[in-house]
């Protein structure tokens, strides 16, 4: 569609109204991203003659940076496709707005990642034009309507988890300052050590715990906090988006498995159809965290990861190296 306008927006009163089924994309989630420390949002949309939006995609940009190693740089995030009009060319509306988030961040950002597409093949084309390069990665779902979460598993784990709970540990939903408190100290130190894991400003989780959007969870043993997640919800499907626990200081409680397991159950029974893991990361052979998930009976889905660097021959030489 030629006649479309893409027009970039920064700030959340600017943004021209538009309904979003997919969380990643919304308005709300711009906005929460505009209130976060160290994040900044960008919304791609592109309009009709009338100014209709025909189609939007939310790109944000993570400041990141650290004392010891020394560094601090800025890449840009988008999660998903975006979301299109049912009379929208999707791939070449995409690539256009593809192109205009580059001419924008060309020179503030290290790097651009999209990930999670509906489809391995999505945009394919749109990505090689701009100068993408894919990087294989596994994508992970568990199917919530055919068979119950409990068929899905082992035995023996669903006989660890029902220990556990005897044991007294239990999983809620966060509803307490407290409570807040220690779910967001798990998630820093647990992914302290994870330089590729990026962990949000409070007031992002603040945003998720105190909407529709999401929920956070946290697992507790005698009133410790020993695991925690947060779930987004989009159409028929739940993402669980971060998660972090003590799984070497409570070992024996399994606090890893539980924590997972309350999320698929909170999702099964709250009716949706699936539920996706971000980031189970790159398809090695031996990955502890992939095999880890998929002992729930999740379905593991080959997917790719596309980068853009902006630093030109640096780009050229990643995309020789992950030539496809």
Same mark, same amino acid.
């Given at each position: 569609?030629?006649?479309?306008?893409?027009?970039?927006?920064?700030? #959340?009163?600017?943004? #021209?109204?538009?309904?979003?089924?997919?969380?990643?994309?919304?308005?709300?989630?711009?906005?929460?991203?505009?209130?976060?420390?160290?994040?900044?949002?960008?919304?791609?949309?592109?309009?009709?003659?009338?100014?209709?939006?025909?189609?939007?995609?939310?790109?944000?940009?993570?400041?990141?940076?650290?004392?010891?190693?020394?560094?601090?740089?800025?890449?840009?995030?988008?999660?998903?496709?975006?979301?299109?009009?049912?009379?929208?060319?999707?791939?070449?509306?995409?690539?256009?707005?593809?192109?205009?988030?580059?001419?924008?961040?060309?020179?503030?950002?290290?790097?651009?990642?999209?990930?999670?597409?509906?489809?391995?093949?999505?945009?394919? /084309?749109?990505?090689?034009?701009?100068?993408? @390069?894919?990087?294989?990665?596994?994508?992970?779902?568990?199917?919530?309507?055919?068979?119950?979460?409990?068929?899905?598993?082992?035995? /023996?784990?669903?006989?660890?988890?029902?220990?556990?709970?005897? /044991?007294?540990?239990?999983?809620?939903?966060?509803?307490?300052?407290?409570?807040?408190?220690?779910?967001?100290?798990?998630?820093?130190?647990?992914?302290?050590?994870? #330089?590729?894991?990026?962990?949000?400003?409070?007031?992002?989780?603040?945003?998720?715990?105190?909407?529709?959007?999401?929920?956070?969870?946290?697992?507790?043993?005698?009133?410790?906090?020993?695991?925690?997640?947060?779930?987004?919800?989009?159409?028929?499907?739940? @993402?669980?988006?971060?998660?972090?626990? /003590?799984?070497?200081?409570?070992?024996?409680?399994?606090?890893?498995?539980?924590?997972?397991?309350?999320?698929?159950?909170?999702?099964?029974?709250?009716?949706?159809?699936?539920?996706?893991?971000?980031?189970?990361?790159?398809?090695?052979?031996?990955?502890?965290?992939?095999?880890?998930?998929?002992?729930?009976?999740?379905?593991?889905?080959?997917?790719?990861?596309?980068?853009?660097?902006?630093?030109?021959?640096?780009?050229?030489?990643?995309?020789?190296?992950?030539?496809?």
């Amino acid at each position: 569609m030629s006649n479309l306008t893409i027009n970039i927006y920064t700030k #959340p009163s600017e943004v #021209p109204v538009f309904s979003a089924d997919n969380p990643f994309h919304s308005a709300e989630l711009f906005a929460l991203c505009k209130d976060t420390p160290r994040q900044t949002p960008y919304m791609i949309v592109a309009q009709d003659a009338s100014g209709a939006v025909a189609a939007n995609m939310l790109a944000v940009v993570r400041h990141r940076s650290s004392w010891f190693p020394p560094y601090y740089y800025m890449h840009c995030r988008v999660v998903g496709e975006g979301e299109y009009r049912a009379d929208v060319p999707q791939d070449e509306v995409f690539g256009q707005m593809l192109q205009a988030l580059i001419d924008k961040l060309s020179r503030r950002v290290l790097y651009i990642e999209v990930s999670n597409l509906s489809q391995k093949m999505f945009g394919y /084309r749109q990505f090689r034009q701009n100068h993408f @390069f894919p990087i294989h990665w596994m994508s992970i779902h568990n199917s919530l309507h055919s068979r119950t979460p409990e068929e899905r598993i082992s035995e /023996r784990m669903l006989q660890r988890i029902n220990a556990a709970y005897k /044991r007294g540990v239990t999983t809620e939903t966060v509803s307490s300052e407290e409570d807040f408190t220690a779910c967001s100290k798990l998630l820093h130190q647990h992914n302290w050590l994870k #330089p590729k894991r990026y962990i949000p400003h409070d007031h992002f989780f603040r945003g998720i715990m105190t909407t529709d959007m999401g929920r956070l969870f946290v697992t507790k043993y005698h009133g410790h906090v020993i695991g925690c997640s947060v779930c987004v919800y989009s159409g028929r499907n739940a @993402f669980l988006w971060y998660s972090a626990y /003590r799984r070497k200081s409570y070992a024996f409680l399994h606090p890893d498995e539980l924590t997972i397991w309350h999320a698929i159950k909170d999702a099964h029974q709250r009716g949706y159809d699936h539920i996706f893991f971000l980031d189970v990361g790159l398809p090695f052979q031996k990955n502890p965290y992939r095999e880890f998930i998929l002992s729930f009976g999740g379905k593991p889905v080959s997917t790719y990861r596309w980068f853009h660097c902006t630093i030109g021959w640096l780009n050229r030489l990643l995309s020789w190296i992950y030539r496809d």
